[in-house]
């Protein structure tokens, strides 16, 4: 086995004295010891080694380009044969897609710069250089996790140009935008952190990367799959009363003006049963990060513009409240006999959970990858090299 390099006299004097002798396992506070010093370090070592690959270039220009197209090929047709005041609300529609398709491309990006970083650093027999230097495995982790999230925010940032016109076009918010960047930012920590608790814990870096892009498709694709074949078994008969619009015999309008409640027994989807399947679903998440519509939206449309993060989220909170009385009135407020008794659904958001769901599987993934990475190591898979 190969001797480890010595750590330069200028780094043991940046990262502090040096461990006492002995061989013996680093005590708790120094395998968590915390050193700006330290984590600027491995940082910096990760970006050096990404920055001087040709890839890494190519991957930036082409993600630009592709953003930039697709924003474009969303928006020239409006924008040629529409009158001004029809741009907006078909801006705000592209901005919620286009939105989605950053974070979708985040959560496909992060996990191959992620998922790899600590066991291929071992497999390149470079991992134990680190290990046997002043650093502590929380720096070394940390480190990592910095250099991760820079890089997403690096991808994040060049996808901005493409999706900034299309928001002021749209008339979104600042408070809007912000909110869906920052649950964004949020998603890319916490897939970086989950990325190198699994490399981590496997020892080939094809295995770590493929178990992320497992939990990123799960968690995006399967569980809202899983959730809407669970209307078909979760289903509860019960007796309800409903009231529909009507029409009375002494008026001539087109629309119904009167509210006619029937009981009646109806099959109720208990999907609300299953929702924590959508809690940590990136879209859901983004869709809680925008404003409500507003609650007679359908018949005053002309105010608001309802791209596709404000009606699902409307959606999501109508799943939440589905066997709520209220859900089972069609009428207007303006009808006699409208059941005003009935109050209105109680207002459950998801984003608490879901990002709380996040935030706890990424802690307790950079809680194993330090614990992986205290030395002396008392365990190593089978093949593994140490340097």
């Given at each position: ?47 050096r080694q990404r920055i001087r690959s040709v890839r890494w270039y190519v991957a930036l220009g082409v993600w630009t380009l592709v ?321």
């Amino acid at each position: 086995m190969n001797t480890a390099p010595a750590v330069s006299e200028p780094t043991r004097s940046a990262l502090g004295p040096p461990p006492p002798s002995g061989g013996r396992r680093r005590p708790l506070n120094g395998t968590l010891s915390l050193r700006p010093a330290g984590l600027w370090l491995v940082a910096s070592l990760e970006l050096r080694q990404r920055i001087r690959s040709v890839r890494w270039y190519v991957a930036l220009g082409v993600w630009t380009l592709v953003l930039l197209g697709i924003g474009v090929l969303g928006l020239a047709p409006t924008l040629y044969s529409a009158q001004w005041e029809e741009i907006q609300p078909v801006a705000a529609v592209v901005f919620s897609l286009q939105i989605i398709l950053v974070a979708f491309a985040m959560l496909l990006v992060v996990p191959a710069l992620s998922a790899g970083s600590i066991n291929g650093d071992r497999t390149a027999g470079t991992l134990a250089t680190l290990q046997a230097s002043l650093l502590s495995p929380l720096e070394i982790v940390l480190g990592k996790l910095l250099a991760g999230v820079l890089t997403g925010l690096a991808f994040l940032l060049l996808a901005l140009p493409s999706v900034v016109p299309i928001a002021l076009l749209g008339g979104i918010g600042p408070l809007y935008f912000l909110r869906v960047v920052a649950v964004i930012v949020v998603l890319t920590v916490c897939v970086t952190a989950i990325g190198l608790g699994l490399s981590a814990v496997t020892a080939r870096q094809l295995g770590s990367v493929v178990l992320a892009y497992v939990v990123v498709i799960g968690v995006a694709v399967v569980l809202p799959i899983a959730w809407g074949a669970s209307s078909f078994f979760l289903i509860q008969e019960r007796e309800v009363t409903a009231y529909h619009p009507s029409y009375t015999e002494q008026t001539d309008s087109a629309m119904p003006d009167t509210c006619v409640a029937e009981t009646e027994t109806r099959e109720v989807p208990r999907v609300d049963l299953s929702l924590p399947l959508l809690w940590g679903n990136p879209v859901v998440l983004l869709a809680e990060a925008a404003p409500p519509l507003a609650q007679n939206y359908w018949e005053q449309s002309e105010d608001e513009n309802a791209d596709a993060l404000r009606m699902l989220k409307t959606g999501m909170r109508g799943a939440a409240t589905i066997a709520h009385p209220a859900q089972f009135n069609s009428c207007g407020p303006d009808m006699d006999g409208y059941p005003a008794h009935l109050g209105e659904p109680p207002n459950r958001p998801l984003w608490p959970m879901g990002l709380t769901l996040w935030m706890a599987a990424g802690g307790l993934a950079l809680a194993v990858a330090t614990w992986r990475l205290a030395v002396p190591i008392t365990r190593l898979g089978a093949g593994s090299r140490i340097a």
